[in-house]
């Protein structure tokens, strides 16, 4: 089953380091500011919850939960990749499927 989450926060890409006086490394405000729509609850009742807490990514799904490391070393400097890359292992993790399609965040259980 797949169900849109939301759409994406277009205005997160304003709070990126280049634009912001951001420097946390990996660019905790664009971070904040793109996962905060993903909070919802879906049609079913699932509760759909997404929360930065330092490095740490944690998405929460219903009863399924998986966490995703933002890696500047490993993954890329860009906190744009690096979040995409944190949310798909917290997702993985999670035992859910995440994808990015025409501007909106979708979900599949």
């Known amino acids: 089953m797949k169900v849109k989450l939301c759409d994406v926060n277009q205005a997160a890409s304003e709070k990126l380091p280049a634009h912001t006086d951001d420097k946390s490394g990996i660019g905790v405000h664009y971070v904040d500011a793109y996962i905060k729509p993903m909070n919802v609850k879906l049609e079913d009742g699932t509760a759909v919850r997404c929360k930065r807490r330092g490095l740490k990514i944690t ?8 966490e995703g490391l933002m890696r500047r070393l490993d993954v890329s400097r860009d906190p744009v990749v690096m979040l995409n890359a944190a949310l798909q292992e917290a997702a993985k993790a999670a035992g859910v499927e995440l994808t990015v399609e025409e501007n909106a965040i979708f979900l599949a259980l």
């Not at 998405?59 to 998986?66: E, H, I, R, V």
């Open 59 to 66: 998405l929460t799904a219903g009863a399924k939960k998986g």
